[in-house]
């Protein structure tokens, strides 16, 4: 009896020192998280709802220079790129938004929406102009708070933005899924796989493959025979056949087989698109983890 009555005392005992709390009683920011994380934890809020209060708190103290797109990881436009080749680039890496470029990455033009591009095309495409389609680039110091951006990215109406270094140079860059990451969680995309799983089927009978299968468990799944005397994984058979680390788009044909680079930073590949040959025995469609 006495453990029952202990049990429902206990919400009561944390929601007093809660709401003490919010009375002025605490003395600092993590004795109020550390509320919140135990409330969480004893399932009297949601633990999601816990985890994004967090993430709230949190974006105070990180700054741009945190969670910023490096300037080498950059997928841009070139201001003087044809445009039938800008329509397959926009078109191969599946972004919204494109810095577009001068002479180098420090000579940001102006950002290029994947949408404007295609009512361009509607019309006169040899007339059409690439300068035409810029919507002006937002500038921003890498030491700008997250949640100081959250409120320009709400209040100005645009979603990325262009991170330059205290000398004028660019950092990086930015956008609004970047910062609300920082309260939901990382927000996946039709490409995004579970770290352990190796190989997941799509509806249109390609498939998933995380980078990091070893090129001995993929061979045996799709039946093929790949081999590089210096790579263990697919991701390395790509690099090495690519001859340099693949990028997002790019593309490797091995007979009927076609891999294509879904997802990749400035170390590795991640993710790829594998379309198998035609008529070739099929993996199992269940995702494939770690054994």
Known sequence: ??????????????????????????????????????AGER?????????????????????????????????????????????????????????????????????????????GCRGNVPALRLTDLLRPATFIPESKHLDHLLYEFRTGRHHMAVVVDEYGGVAGLITIEDVLEIIVGEIEDEYDIDEDVMIAPREDGDFLVNALIPLEEFNAHFVTHLEDGHADTLGGWVAAALGHVPRTGEVVE????????????????????VTPPRGAPLPETTPQGNA
């Open 1 to 38: 009896m006495s453990e029952d009555r202990s049990s429902q005392e206990r919400p009561r005992g944390w929601w007093e020192r809660f709401t003490q709390s919010l009375r002025g009683n605490v003395e600092d920011q993590d004795t109020l998280l550390e509320l919140i994380r135990e």
């Open 43 to 119: 399932q009297i809020i949601d633990a999601e709802a816990a985890r994004m209060v967090d993430g709230i708190f949190r974006m105070g103290e990180l700054t741009v220079r945190d969670v910023m797109i490096p300037r080498a990881q950059m997928e841009v436009i070139e201001l003087d790129m044809p445009l039938a080749e800008i329509i397959a680039r926009v078109s191969e890496v599946g972004h919204s938004r494109f810095p577009v470029v001068g002479h180098d990455r420090d000579d940001v033009r102006g950002i290029l929406l994947a949408k404007d591009l295609l009512r």
């Open 254 to 273: 091995e007979g009927d087989l076609r891999l294509e680079v879904l997802r990749a930073d400035r170390k590795r590949v991640q993710i790829l698109r």
